[in-house]
């Protein structure tokens, strides 16, 4: 059983998703995150997803399906969380004719406004040791630099610099909104409202999630 979390980069979907692994026992499977790790790995489907997710753009979809199949997979009968995916209509019509241990239960669209993301982009610093998420001015880190829970290096994402910001969220409105409407027709579609701080989101999230 799936649960698709959905919204423009930056919308707050790995904060949010983190935080229903810890408190509803939700396995996530973020499909950055698990390209990030081809790419830290240098695996072949690494090599190939670089390119795109450095710039900003969406990896092509034969390079990106073999890794959620693995993924899906290997927690076949988990309540799933799904972070990421699907991000255009063909991903969405793909997760769809999957097998019934994967059926998308619901879509929570986490809704922020443009302005909001470009300044909650620019301000992340992400551990490149433990991969934990910060914020400049919301969630500061203890020390500047360092990570709270492991020390590591805190650092700006590569597709955080602000011209590869501009080109997720034209890609967002050209091949993820329809995504949007997609689900309305499904009937799976529900909206969070995501511009209050992380723990008003929480609440409206988690009580969503909380009926599956
Ligand atoms: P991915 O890693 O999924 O990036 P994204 O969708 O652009 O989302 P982000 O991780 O940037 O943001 P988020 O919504 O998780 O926000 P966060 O919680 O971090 O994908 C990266 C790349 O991989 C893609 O560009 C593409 O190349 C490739 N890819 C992935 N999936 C693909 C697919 N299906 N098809 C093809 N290619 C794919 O929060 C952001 C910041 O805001 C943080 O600093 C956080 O502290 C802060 N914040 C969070 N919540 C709040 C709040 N309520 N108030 C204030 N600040 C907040």
Same mark, same amino acid.
């Given at each position: ?9 930056? +919308?707050? /979907? ?9 408190? %509803?026992?939700? @396995? *996530? ?7 990030? =790790? %081809?790419?830290? =790995?240098? #695996? ?9 997710? *450095?710039?900003?753009? !969406?990896? $092509? ?6 890794? !959620? %199949? ?7 009968? +988990? /309540? ?5 995916? $699907? ?8 997760? %769809? ?37 910060? @914020?400049?001015? /919301?969630? $500061? ?17 590569? &597709?955080?610099? $602000? ?11 050209? &091949? #993820? =909104?329809?995504?949007? &409407?997609?689900? /309305?027709?499904?009937?799976?579609? @529900? ?6 701080? #992380? ?9 969503? +999630?909380?009926?599956?």
């Amino acid at each position: 059983m799936i649960l698709v979390l959905i919204g423009a980069p930056g +919308a707050g /979907k790995g904060t949010q998703a983190d935080l229903l692994v810890a408190t %509803q026992g939700w @396995h *996530k499977i973020s499909t950055g995150d698990a390209l990030r =790790k %081809q790419i830290a =790995k240098r #695996t072949a489907v690494g090599l190939e997803a670089e390119g795109y997710v *450095k710039a900003g753009r !969406l990896v $092509p979809d034969a390079v990106l399906w073999g890794v !959620l %199949q693995e993924e899906l997979q290997a927690h076949a009968g +988990a /309540k799933i969380l799904l972070d990421g995916f $699907p991000r255009n209509i063909q991903q969405a019509e793909a997760l %769809q004719a999957l097998p019934a241990l994967f059926a998308v239960r619901a879509v929570a669209h986490l809704d922020v406004p443009e302005e909001d993301l470009y300044e909650r982009l620019v301000g992340r610093r992400v551990c490149q040791g433990c991969g934990a998420s910060y @914020h400049v001015h /919301k969630r $500061p880190p203890q020390s500047e630099h360092s990570c709270d829970h492991c020390g590591g290096a805190l650092l700006l994402r590569s &597709d955080d610099q $602000p011209e590869k910001i501009k080109v997720r969220l034209a890609i967002y409105e050209a &091949d #993820t =909104k329809p995504v949007l &409407d997609f689900y /309305k027709r499904c009937g799976l579609y @529900h909206r969070i409202d995501g511009r209050g701080d #992380t723990e008003a989101v929480a609440a409206q999230l988690s009580a969503f +999630a909380a009926s599956f």
